[in-house]
């Protein structure tokens, strides 16, 4: 069964978002909050697998929220999923730096709803299409970094570097698979054991590292 927490200030629309989650099997909403400061009190108390976190709110933020939930020791394995009405604001780049796994549009179809809090809850990480495209934009309109800071990549063996770039490519484990010749159980394997070296809550933030760092350049 995997818990949710459902975060906004807009009543009928968490309603709505409730109501679509329960009645899906294997899925139970067990708390609600209205602003950023009664979620972070409910996730303490209630430790959720799957938070679906509003970006905008009174009292305290979704961004400072989700930073907090990620950073208490008793809820860090908690999955963020941030809401938002737009394809890409100023708010993506903090709220992945937060620790959010994910957005995901509020015009998200029910099925697309049900389908996120799924991917997340089984530790993969989720960007809206369009979020991810102009995320990518943005880095291309960003200056680059002088150098690549490859030593970060050090603690990888030759086989997770390969996969790690490609992963940071968008790859999906089977089309990494499939390039690298190697069985999809495999990449699952050598993915774990990346995220873990490099101390990265998912594939989300092993891309954001990778741009940041240079390793990766937009077309490249």
């Known amino acids: ?8 200030d807009q009543q009928m629309f968490r309603i709505g978002l409730v109501a679509i989650l329960q009645a899906q099997d294997g899925i139970e909403v067990v708390g609600e909050a209205a602003d950023g400061a009664a979620a972070v009190v409910e996730a303490l108390r209630l430790r959720p697998d799957v938070v679906l976190m509003d970006v905008r709110m009174p009292a305290l933020d979704g961004i400072e929220a989700t930073r907090r939930i990620t950073a208490a020791p008793a809820t860090e394995p908690v999955r963020v999923v941030m809401l938002t009405t737009f394809d890409i604001d100023d708010y993506v780049f903090d709220a992945l730096r937060a620790g959010a796994s994910g957005f995901l549009l509020k015009d998200a179809t029910a099925d697309e709803l049900v389908q996120a809090v799924r991917t997340v809850a089984a530790g993969d ?7 991810t495209r102009h995320l990518v934009e943005a880095f291309v309109a960003g200056p680059l970094p002088v150098a690549p800071r490859t030593e970060v990549l050090e603690v990888l063996t030759e086989r997770e570097r ?10 999906s484990n089977g089309e990494i698979a499939a390039e690298l010749f ?10 774990g054991r990346i995220l873990a070296k490099l101390q990265l809550r998912d ?4 891309v954001v590292l990778a ?8 077309g490249g």
């Open 162 to 171: 390969d996969v790690f770039l490609l992963l940071a490519r968008g790859r």
């Open 182 to 191: 190697i069985a999809e159980q495999t990449v699952k394997t050598h993915v």
């Open 211 to 218: 741009y940041e760092t240079g390793l990766v350049t937009p």
């Open 203 to 206: 594939r989300v933030h092993a």
């Open 1 to 8: 069964m995997t818990r949710v927490m459902v975060v906004d």
């Open 125 to 131: 990480s989720l960007l809206a299409p369009r979020v």
